[in-house]
């Protein structure tokens, strides 16, 4: 009697546990009527396996009011948009998630969300915008989310995401922007996403992207913004891009890219940012983007460019941002770029390129220091005739680098061509000896200066001949000292 009092009172325990754990879960779950239980279901499970206690903003469960919760917004008895961004939410997200069958707007950005992107959310039909930027989200982007048909907004910039672009993303009619920059994807970029008709920006940048831009990205013709930087890509840019006609924003920059800075880009009449450091772009700068009047920044340092700064650029009289530094640049600096009235920020870093009696001041005043940043040809070149040659002095220029030479050319005629003679190693070495010379012979003298690449320059710089001196060599004659035998 004893055992069956104590079995019994045992069952009666539990059975009130259980009764008290459900009128609980009663209070969490099932007595709100603002929307169906399983969408309150959802909302508790994405609390829970978010460490809801220590959200910024946490959520007073259980409630009766789920539509009042913080972030949350309700229409017709169903939750349609979801923003909790920046609120210290860590952890996956769960499956559960797809159970907001109204659900038009997620942002989930700038939180400590970890693990896969669920491939429950490409059950949300009516989605129009999804934002997960600023996570920690790894894995593969699911292919599902291609079923998504109304989503015009698809933002994963700066999680952990890796693998392909799935090709499957092409299909998404009504997609707006395509950001998917600071992740860790790769492979080919798919060229499926050129049939993206109703895409205006595309960011791809600082990815694991590898082989040539696809020529298909030529059909998005309603593109406005266009992200590649950072990435491996290589081959030249693709006259195609010239179709992008409603195009403001290009940034290509940081990548392997070969040729020259295309003169096609000068149609490009609606650019507003032209970004191309560090690309590997070579040969001269088109006059013509001088005809690119909307850019406010124009960014080409960091590549391999030659030849002068054309006094067309003094045309963009918008432009805030101006970047040539570290290429082989050379000559003078034109006046027109005084023109420049709303310049902010100027590189001319790492070139061969001097000031010439009319240069422009009010330009050159926004980077005070780039004359000490330019390997260009001594000063003060001054030659004085010794026997069989010459003793040469210069002054060194103002770019003070631990390697390089000077050296100097020597010529029969007056302005050239020299024939490089002698080279002096050190960056403080302002003198050089010549020997050799014929007797009684005029010749003319210069001397250029050569610095290898290095540290923040990456070109060797080998700058033209500077000014010319002639020296005309004293008589001399040999002295042949005959030996006698004995």
């Known amino acids: 009697m004893t055992a069956t009092r104590g ?51 946490a959520w007073e469960l259980p409630t009766d009011e789920p539509c009042d919760l ?29 159970d907001l069958s109204a659900l038009d707007y997620l942002t989930l950005s700038g939180n ?9 959310l490409a059950g949300l039909s009516d989605l129009e915008a999804i934002f997960l930027p600023g996570n920690a989200l790894s894995g593969a982007i699911p292919p599902e989310l291609s079923n998504l048909s109304h989503l015009r907004l698809l933002v994963l910039t700066r999680n952990e995401l890796s693998g392909a672009i799935p090709p499957s993303l092409g299909s998404m009619s009504s997609l707006a922007a395509l950001s998917l920059g600071a992740n860790q994807l790769s492979g080919p970029i798919p060229p499926e996403l050129g049939e993206l008709a109703t895409l205006r920006q595309l960011d791809l940048s600082h990815n694991r992207f590898e082989g040539e831009i696809p020529l298909a990205l030529g059909d998005l013709t309603n593109l406005q913004y266009l992200d590649l930087q950072g990435n491996r890509l290589s081959g030249e840019i693709p ?63 960091g590549n391999h460019l030659s ?44 070139n061969m390129l001097w000031a010439s009696e009319d240069a422009p001041t009010a330009f050159l005043a926004h980077d005070p220091y780039w004359a000490y ?35 100097v050319g020597v010529s029969l005629t007056p302005g050239g061509p020299y024939t490089a003679t002698v080279r002096v190693t050190g960056w403080d070495a302002a003198a050089a000896t010549l ?34 001196v002639a020296v005309t060599t004293p008589f001399h004659r040999e002295i042949w000292m005959p030996v006698v035998g004995r």
């Open 435 to 468: 020997s050799g010379l014929a007797s009684e012979t005029t010749y003319y003298l210069a001397v250029r200066t050569f610095v290898p690449s290095g540290g923040m320059q990456t070109n060797d710089l080998l700058s033209p001949y500077g000014e010319e």
């Open 112 to 120: 400590a969300l970890s693990g896969e992107i669920p491939t429950a």
């Open 239 to 301: 006259a195609v891009l010239i179709g992008l006609t409603d195009l403001e924003i290009l940034s290509l920059g940081d990548n392997a890219l070969s040729g020259p800075l295309p003169a096609w880009m000068s149609a490009m009449s609606t650019l507003q940012v032209l970004s191309l450091e560090s690309c590997g772009l070579t040969g001269p700068i088109p006059r013509g983007l001088g005809n690119l009047t909307s850019l406010y920044m124009l960014n080409l340092s």
């Open 373 to 407: 940043q330019q390997v260009v040809a001594p000063t003060d070149v001054a030659a004085t005739p010794q026997r069989a040659g010459a003793r040469v002095t210069w002054t060194p220029p103002l770019y003070a680098s631990s390697t390089g030479y000077y050296e």
């Open 7 to 57: 079995v019994g009172l045992w069952v009666l325990c539990a059975l009130v546990t259980a009764l008290l754990g459900a009128a609980g879960s009663g209070g969490a779950r099932a007595e709100q009527a603002q929307i169906p239980p399983e969408e309150y279901e959802a909302l508790v499970a994405l609390y829970e396996a978010t460490d809801g206690a220590n959200w910024t903003v």
């Open 70 to 98: 913080y972030g949350v917004w309700c229409w017709d008895g169903h939750v349609t948009q979801l923003d909790l961004g920046n609120n210290n939410l860590s952890g996956p997200i769960p499956a559960e998630i797809g």
């Open 307 to 350: 030849g002068t700064i054309p006094p067309e650029l003094g045309n963009l009289t918008y432009l805030e941002w101006l970047g040539l530094a570290d290429n082989q640049l050379i000559g003078p600096i034109p006046p027109e770029l005084d023109a420049l009235t709303e310049l902010v920020v100027l590189d001319l870093d790492y």
